[in-house]
């Protein structure tokens, strides 16, 4: 090696050291407590209750604060519309509804043993997962078809696959909790509506460990944020909410005593003056932040759902055993326990006035049949309307069962190793049945399916500023915002009219000039002779 | 005959850099509009906008040279011989005739350029500016504005406008060649002196 290219090595390495201290930015506070030190945390548990109850003993009121907050309770009171919302309340285009498939849905409550969503989760202290959050080690997996518990014996999943998970460490992770990160509300939250960023398409596994160009807050090359980074907490209460969004953050930089201290919006840190230039500032009042700079989503790799059409469930192959079909990339185009699907990546977003305020068509809401796609959720807002931005959107679509008497939409018995049960008896009339039934829902026996749309808010996967979608990309007559209605689009919205007397006038003027022209130079022929 | 200046140093500047200046508007405007795609959005709004703001300079020293020097009465329109010169660019011209109009350093315009320019300096121009800055400043209109017009409704003159300023520039770069040679109208704006026997 020689000289100058031993000096441009340790340039490097010392490069590489300094960037290392730079993208290290989101500082972690050292933990005030070695968790393996204490006596209670020693185990060896059987139970992830005991877990729980070792826990509590120092933690006194955390689960009581957990048992207050909608990771508990699946209830969210909607101050805006009155209704009653939460995840034991609401339908959507996904897996349908909580109801009658626990314990498949209640695998990802903040608990242990929620069967029966017609009751209150489980009263009993211990019953809060405090692991699910606060694991460090990765190894703590809550079984998705045990009602929250971790698996105590070695289980098959997914069924049929002969991959046997083994019971988790229990000691081990209880001496190794700390602060959450991405990858434990990820476990949860990047697995909706059934697997791998299914559901919302800013949120799959590729958050757990992003490059800088899918999520430059979550990257470790970037800022290396935990999801609790913005979604700041209080006595367990975590901030941000789907049902009613903080569409227009009119607080900007948030300062202790001054603010709410939310961090759940972009403003909470970048202010309400982001850019360096005017023109681009002046645009924050009509479009959240997140209209250019998630150009795209499910950019990580993994696929999301964009189409699910219920109404083709059950189809079997000719021995009677369920059909799995593949699309180009791998993931399921047809499953006889779901129906068709359609799977996109790098999705761009539809685009909408938002107020924040969703509205949802709970099980039971009369229905406009005769208007297809019915909304399953309504978001609120408009061009008029003060309070609204344009967001960008996942819509999902797909069609769904509903009543065609009551007409409306339906519980949805799924899962169950029972006889009634859609996944395992391929009969939408024992389903829908079972489910009427096991939830005590009205259901006239007449059923149909009906295509949907629900909207899903974009606000995750932010992309370098490089990366921000181009102004040309709305100012042009192709635009991402064609047909928003109700702003101005230079280089969009134009009066034909005005252009076309505009053209006409020119083109007349230089008519005119030529013919002159030529008069001129015919003229100056005769006078010379 | 003594050779006379006819436009000045400032004022053959000042003619230049607004021609160019209007030139590169127009380019960026009618990409900013869509009519034309050769220019990223992002790129057409910032030299428009710097072109803009050139220009409105431009003018105000150009309003201060008029209003200092005693120019501005270059552009009071007058009837005196205003169908003279009608008449002769519309019949005249192919006959042979004189031009009717014989220009000095005070009255350099003959009454169509008179009211041709007049019209440029206080209608189109004057209409681009407040509609653009308007257009520009829309943010921060004042609750009085606001109520009272909307976005588009600035779109649409400012647009209006710039096809008036196309109608007049073909208008004006055609006329200048009707000197007794192609030339001989814009050398003086050129080199400031008239050929004394090109008018």
Redesign the interface.
């Known amino acids: 090696m020689d000289k100058r290219a031993a000096i441009t090595f340790v340039c490097g390495l010392l490069l590489m050291g300094f960037s290392g201290l730079v993208s290290a930015a989101a500082d972690r506070s050292p933990p005030t407590a070695d968790h393996s030190k204490f006596k209670a945390l020693q185990g060896p548990f059987e139970r992830a209750e005991d877990v729980t109850a070792a826990c509590l003993e120092c933690h006194t009121e955390a689960g009581e604060q957990v048992r207050g907050t909608t990771h508990w309770t699946w209830l969210y009171e909607h101050e805006e519309t009155g209704q009653t919302l939460g995840k034991s309340k609401v339908i959507n285009s996904f897996c349908g509804m909580t109801v009658t498939n626990e314990p498949r849905c209640t695998s990802c409550h903040v608990g242990y043993g929620w069967e029966d969503m017609n009751e209150p989760p489980p009263e009993a202290d211990n019953a809060v997962d405090c692991l699910v959050c606060h694991d460090t080690t990765g190894e703590y997996w809550k079984f998705p078809t045990l009602a929250g518990h971790p698996t105590y014996e070695p289980r098959e999943w997914p069924k049929g696959s002969g991959k046997m998970v083994q019971p988790p460490d229990l000691a081990n992770i209880a001496q190794n909790v700390g602060a959450s990160d991405r990858q434990n509300c990820g476990s949860c939250h990047f697995y909706g509506g059934g697997a791998d960023g299914v559901k919302h398409g800013d949120l799959d596994s590729s958050l757990v460990d992003p490059p800088k160009h899918v999520d430059v807050h979550m990257s470790p090359e970037g800022l290396d944020f935990a999801c609790s980074d913005c979604h700041t907490t209080s006595g367990h209460e975590v901030t941000g909410s789907r049902y009613q969004v903080n569409a227009r953050d009119e607080l900007g930089i948030d300062v202790p005593g001054h603010t709410d201290l939310s961090r759940a919006s972009c403003e909470s840190c970048h202010g309400m003056e982001p850019h360096e230039e005017t023109k681009i500032n002046d645009h924050v009042d009509k479009l959240a932040c997140q209209s250019c700079h998630i150009p795209a989503f499910a950019r990580g790799g993994v696929a999301t759902k964009t189409w699910w059409d219920w109404s083709t469930a059950g189809r079997l192959d000719e021995d009677g055993n369920p059909i799995k079909e593949l699309d180009e990339n791998g993931d399921p185009s047809y499953l006889s326990e779901k129906g068709d699907f359609r799977h996109g990546e790098n999705v761009v977003p539809e685009y909408a006035w938002f107020n924040g305020t969703v509205e949802y068509t709970l099980a039971g809401e009369p229905l406009d049949i005769d208007n297809p796609p019915v909304p399953i959720n309504d978001i609120q807002g408009s061009a008029d309307d003060p309070d609204s931005r344009i967001w960008p959107f996942k819509i999902m679509r797909g069609k769904q069962p509903f009543d065609t008497e009551l007409q409306t939409l339906l519980a949805t018995h799924v899962f169950g190793a029972d006889d009634t049960s859609l996944w395992s008896n391929f009969s939408w009339e024992k389903a829908l049945q079972a489910a009427s039934d096991l939830s005590g829902r009205p259901y006239s026996g007449e059923f149909s399916f009906i295509e949907t749309t629900m909207h899903w808010p974009i606000t995750h996967m932010v992309a370098p500023a490089d990366d921000a979608v181009r102004c040309g990309s709305c100012h042009q007559s192709d635009s991402r915002l064609a047909g928003i209605g109700g702003i101005y689009m230079p280089g969009h919205d134009r009066n034909v009219w005005l252009d076309r007397i505009g053209w006409f006038l020119v083109a007349a003027t230089l008519f005119a000039v030529l013919l002159h022209a030529i008069a001129r130079v015919i003229f100056r022929g005769r006078s010379a002779k | 005959m003594s050779r006379e200046m006819i436009f000045k140093r400032f004022e053959r500047f000042w003619h230049w850099t607004q021609a160019l200046l209007i030139f590169v508007l127009l380019f960026t405007g009618f990409n900013?509009?869509?009519?034309l795609?050769s220019l990223?959005?992002?790129t057409a709004?910032q030299v428009h906008?710097l072109a803009a703001w050139a220009l409105i300079v431009l003018w105000v020293f150009a309003i201060f040279w008029h209003f200092t020097t005693g120019e501005w009465r270059q552009y009071i329109p007058t009837r005196n011989g205003l169908f003279a010169v009608i008449h002769y660019?519309l019949i005249g011209?192919?006959?042979?005739a004189e031009h009717p109009y014989k220009k000095t350093t005070k009255a350099k315009h003959n009454p169509l350029q008179r009211l041709a320019y007049l019209f440029f300096k206080l209608g189109i121009t004057p209409v681009i500016w407040v509609s653009g800055l308007l257009y520009l400043f829309?943010?921060d209109w004042p609750e009085t504005v606001a109520g009272a017009m909307?976005?588009?409704t600035v779109?649409?003159v400012h647009?209006?406008a710039?096809?008036a300023m196309?109608?007049f520039i073909?208008?004006h770069v055609?006329m200048v060649?009707m000197g007794k040679t192609l030339t001989s109208h814009i050398k003086p704006m050129i080199t400031g002196y008239e050929n004394p026997d090109d008018h």
């Not at chain 2, 900013?32 to 009519?35: F, L, Q, R, S, Y």
């Not at chain 2, 011209?93 to 042979?96: A, E, I, L, M, N």
């Open positions: 900013i509009h869509g009519t795609d990223k959005f992002s709004v906008t660019y011209t192919f006959t042979g829309y943010n909307e976005l588009e779109a649409l647009t209006g710039a096809f196309m109608v073909i208008g055609y060649t």
